[in-house]
């Protein structure tokens, strides 16, 4: 089992940045494929970013492709997402997510993880 834990999110102005930390304990989180996630007020959640193993394969959503980068520290246990050229409508709670299963072609699939973190608030003001 791992346990993650978000950190990063705060308020920004559109067109800032901010970077978000997942720390995982628990078993090393260089087992696990892992992903983040968002959700806005009044709607579903959706993929934002998964990354491989090894961090050499890398996945985004359209909507943030250019602007977000996922990178891990797999000395670390730790995953981050960089936000850059934030939008009001990034506006989120940002969730990371651990998958001990294979198939990363399946990392984008909310369906496909097993393990969640409580969230961190990214909140992008206009």
């Known amino acids: 089992q791992v346990q993650l834990v978000e950190s990063g999110g705060g308020l920004v102005q559109a067109g800032g940045s901010l970077r978000l930390s997942c720390a995982a304990s628990g078993r090393t989180s260089s087992s696990y494929i892992m992903g983040w996630f968002r959700q806005a007020p009044g709607k579903e959640r959706e993929s934002v970013a998964a990354?491989?193993?090894?961090?050499?394969?890398?996945y985004y959503a359209d909507s943030v492709k250019g602007r977000f980068t996922i990178s891990r520290d797999n000395a670390k246990n730790t995953v981050y997402l960089q936000l850059n050229s934030l939008k009001p409508e990034d506006t989120a709670v940002y969730y990371c997510?651990?998958?001990?299963?294979?198939?990363?072609?399946?990392?984008?699939?909310?369906?496909?993880?097993?393990?969640w973190g409580q969230g961190t608030q990214v909140t992008v003001s206009a």
């Open positions: 997510a651990a998958a001990g299963r294979d198939g990363l072609t399946r990392a984008m699939l909310e369906s496909f993880y097993d393990y």
């Open positions: 990354i491989s193993r090894s961090g050499f394969s890398k």
